[in-house]
């Protein structure tokens, strides 16, 4: 592995990166040690290339958007982390939306409403990538990224660029053929329909409401930390044993929605993976009912 050389690729191509980056400024939980080498790419031609150079110098490669799902470890991430948040162009065609991978969730959201266009409302809150929320099939109140994608363009580990369509893309809970294959989002389609913008709006505003509400957006957070068993709530399965302010370090089980892990503050990765071991280890013990986390885990052991 020879970072060296491949910050010598980046000055030459004039793309952005920085050493020693730490990944606690890069992730919704504020948390995770330094990457090696942190890139920033603004087209999927300069991914291309960083990906088949990282290839020739045998450097891992760890692509994110926003990081709202992921806990990096303490001791950081080796090799190179790519983001994408500069890919983030948004355009309209019809009822179709095209968005770059690094472009928010919320972003999109803006402009289906913009055009009055309803069925992406779900997402407006979800602090995400478009990348990312493809790649986890995101969704909320009953909405989820499946019901909208049309199709991707991808790149594929050796750095050749595919397009995907939706029936392949093997859409479940909180998975897509995204997380079996190696494949990153570089754009989606979106595939809305016309609808009466006051009452998208209306839409957007109710749920951002219950997402102000109910979870604990005052805190650094990935989110629910937990994928929902089938036919249980993680939340209620937890609040119900006790653990909501169960608290590990800096981790804390939120008091105001028991299925959020925050960071009250100088909380480690190991302090959250604790904790989360333990919500899952008492859950189980009382309820027969394994929890298991819906976070991914990055970086070195």
Known sequence: MSLEALKEFCKENSVAYKINEPMSCHTSF?????????????????????FKKCGELDIPRLVIGKGSNLLVSDSGVEGAVISLLNMNEISVKGEEIICGAGAALSDACRAALDNSLTGLEFAYGIPGSIGGAVYMNAGAYGGEMADVVLSAECLMPDGIVVKVNAS??????????????????????????????????????????????????????????????????????????????????????????????????????????????????????????????????????
């Open 168 to 301: 392949q893309m093997n859409f479940g809970y909180r998975k897509s053929v995204f997380k079996e294959n190696g494949m990153t989002v570089l754009s989606a389609v979106l595939k809305l329909r016309q609808g009466n913008k006051k009452e998208i709006q209306e839409k957007m505003d109710d749920y951002i409401c219950r997402r102000k509400s109910k979870q604990p957006l005052e805190y650094p957070s990935a989110g629910s930390f937990f994928k929902r068993p089938t036919g249980y709530f993680a939340g209620a399965l937890i609040e119900k044993n006790g653990l909501k302010g169960e608290t590990v370090g800096g981790a804390q089980v939120s008091e105001k929605h028991a299925g959020f892990i925050i960071n009250r503050g100088g909380a480690t990765c190991e302090d959250v993976k604790k904790l989360g071991k333990t919500v899952s280890d008492r859950v189980f013990a009382a309820e027969g009912v394994r929890l298991e986390p819906e976070v991914i885990f990055v970086g070195r052991e």
């Open 30 to 50: 504020k948390i995770g040690g330094a990457a090696d080498i942190f890139i920033s790419v603004r087209s999927s031609r300069e991914l291309s290339a960083v």
